[in-house]
């Protein structure tokens, strides 16, 4: 969690890893839920300016004294062309932009690649959707589990580098309030259930978006897998 990590980090390593795994394999998947990380992968970025590390720092503390809405302030001002279509509730992905601007002085929506880049391979996409109540009722179990795994013993263990950027995220912050006395464990653990669902909803708008995407119920497995398959004849 110290380590500086980003889309276009993740990029690079990823299309490393893809060009390894070709010289073996005929078909890959790639899993994941990060619409900004597949969309760096797939479509790409100019390369981003160096941002130091007391930017950085500058930015992530500004944000822990004067909350959210300063932060979506600040990025509007400086970037109305990233700050609009993306997640505003996703303070990670802000302070990155914010970061940038400071550091550079150019708004990070500028560094985006303005045409989508060539691929060696050829892409299918494969969208799974649950009905939203199936979803949720996921979400809430799945964060039990983690409850009931050690959640709040790791974030406790991690309270005193809550500044790092790795760590502005769903599932520490609302630990990190409740050590501080903003409120209870009870009301810890239903914002913690509330945010990640709404954080999924964000994720759903975001490949709904995308029309490349195409959708299934995660049992129609038959369905899907014909489906790659008449796609890749036809590739």
């Not at 409740?178 to 954080?199: C, P, Q, T």
């Not at 195409?214 to 036809?234: Q, R």
Request: aromatic share 12%; charged share 30%; hydrophobic share 40%.
């Amino acid at each position: 969690i110290h380590d500086d990590f980003n889309a276009g980090a993740f990029a690079l390593l990823a299309e490393e890893l893809i060009h390894q795994l070709f010289k073996t394999k005929d078909f890959l998947v790639l899993c994941g839920g990060s619409g900004l990380y597949i969309k760096a992968l797939l479509n790409g970025f100019d390369e981003m300016p160096d941002v130091p590390k007391e930017t950085r720092q500058s930015v992530i503390t500004e944000y822990g004294e004067k909350g959210l809405e300063w932060l979506q302030k600040a990025v509007m001002e400086a970037d109305p062309e990233f700050y609009y279509p993306s997640d505003k509730l996703n303070p990670q992905r802000l302070i990155r932009a914010l970061e940038v601007f400071r550091a550079s002085g150019k708004p990070f929506s500028s560094f985006k690649s303005a045409s989508k880049k060539s691929l060696p391979f050829h892409v299918i996409k494969i969208g799974l959707e649950l009905d939203r109540p199936a979803l949720y009722a996921r979400i809430d179990k799945r964060m039990d589990d983690m409850i009931a795994s050690g959640l709040f013993d790791e974030a406790d263990s991690l309270y005193p580098l809550r500044h790092l950027n790795a760590l502005q995220t769903v599932g520490y912050q609302e630990i990190f309030d409740f050590i501080d006395g903003k409120h209870g464990r009870e009301e810890a653990i239903r914002l913690l259930k509330r945010n990640s669902r709404r954080y999924a909803k964000r994720q759903f708008t975001w490949f709904k978006n995308d029309k490349e995407i195409n959708w299934f119920h995660p049992d129609d497995f038959g369905n899907v897998v014909n489906f790659i398959l008449e796609k890749s004849a036809i590739l």
